[in-house]
């Protein structure tokens, strides 16, 4: 009996044993099942067991993988980097800003005002002027910029013991035409082309702009101005107080006018701090210019030459 039993199990045992080979993990390979589809990545060095599925692979449960094998999908491929083009920079256009409604806007050779033009509310700023009648036009300036103005001055004599007097502020379009056609007749054509605005192209008709001198000055409007303690201090703080030099020095082929360290602008504290950090002037804030060609030196293109003399137009509108 016990030669019968050893006889039946051997076999039955190396039968047994023949199975479980079968089931035992890469005992055998599965037809049509490869290492990837099971989730082994035999392809990466230290790594057993996990497979790290890059990001622009598509994942799939291992159930997935193992009932379809057929469709597991193939790992794509990224595309070769190409080089862009840099981006050429460009500077940021700025519109021209002609609203006579804001303190902002532009007056000069190209973007005139109209010859009926007064701003609203002119009146007498409280500051200090060399004249005594200070209800004439040449001492008023806007309500905003005439305070801003009484601002600047009283800070000069705070901080720096220095007073500043007013000269000569909001013009008309007559007024200026006179000024203009005076010049002519005194000066020439070229002299007053780079020193005088023609009618409608002052921007003291805008009655934001203002010529300030000192005592030790005699009140002239002068370059030797810039010198002077007063204008040291003016040129180095009006911006504080919303001004800014329209015409500064080695500028005049783009605002269109010589050097004038007597003249400001009111134009608001925000762009006038712009303006004396970069150093633009409002002509190249707008990305315009005004220059002084020397066919335009020669001409008189704004006044009527008609007249029998400048000094005629003169009189006629004094």
């Known amino acids: 009996m016990k030669k019968y039993v050893r006889l039946f199990l051997i076999p039955a045992f190396a039968w047994i044993c023949g199975i479980g080979l079968t089931l035992i993990p890469g005992g055998c390979d599965r037809a049509g ?11 990466r060095p230290g790594q057993t067991g996990t497979h790290i599925v890059p990001t622009d692979e598509v994942q799939m449960t291992p159930d997935a993988a193992m009932s379809d094998p057929a469709s597991t999908p193939e790992l794509s491929v990224p595309p070769e980097p190409t080089e862009s083009p840099a981006p050429i920079p460009t500077k940021p256009t ?7 409604s804001t303190v902002t806007y532009l007056v000069n050779r190209d973007y005139p005002l109209p010859e009926d033009f007064v701003p609203e509310g002119l009146t007498t700023p409280d500051v200090l002027f060399p004249f005594s009648d200070t209800t004439i036009d040449k001492a008023k300036m806007t309500p905003e910029a005439g305070e801003a103005l009484a ?10 013991g220095l007073t500043l007097y007013g000269v000569s502020a909001y013009r008309s ?6 000024i203009y056609a005076t010049n002519l007749a005194v000066y020439g054509i070229p002299h007053t082309n780079r020193y005088s605005a023609a009618p409608g192209r002052s921007e003291h008709q805008t ?6 001198s000192c005592a030790s000055e005699g009140f002239a409007l002068e370059d030797t101005f810039a010198d002077t303690p007063e204008g040291i201090w003016v040129a180095e ?16 082929d783009i605002t269109g006018y010589n050097y004038e360290p007597w003249h400001i602008r009111y134009v608001g504290t925000e762009l006038a701090d712009s303006l004396h950090t970069t150093g633009l002037t409002l002509e190249e804030y707008y990305g315009v ?5 020397a066919e335009y030196l020669d001409t008189t293109p704004f006044i009527d030459t008609t007249a029998e003399s400048y000094l005629a137009i003169y009189r006629q509108y004094h």
């Open 33 to 43: 099942t490869s290492p990837k589809t099971t989730g082994i990545d035999t392809d």
């Open 94 to 100: 700025i519109p021209v800003n002609t609203d006579t």
């Open 151 to 160: 601002l600047l001055f009283d800070a000069a004599y705070e901080e720096a």
């Open 173 to 178: 379009y007559a007024r200026q035409y006179t």
């Open 207 to 212: 009655g934001l702009s203002i010529d300030i």
């Open 237 to 252: 703080n009006a911006h504080r107080f919303g001004f800014i030099m329209r015409y500064p020095k080695d500028k005049e």
């Open 289 to 293: 210019s005004s220059s002084l060609s």
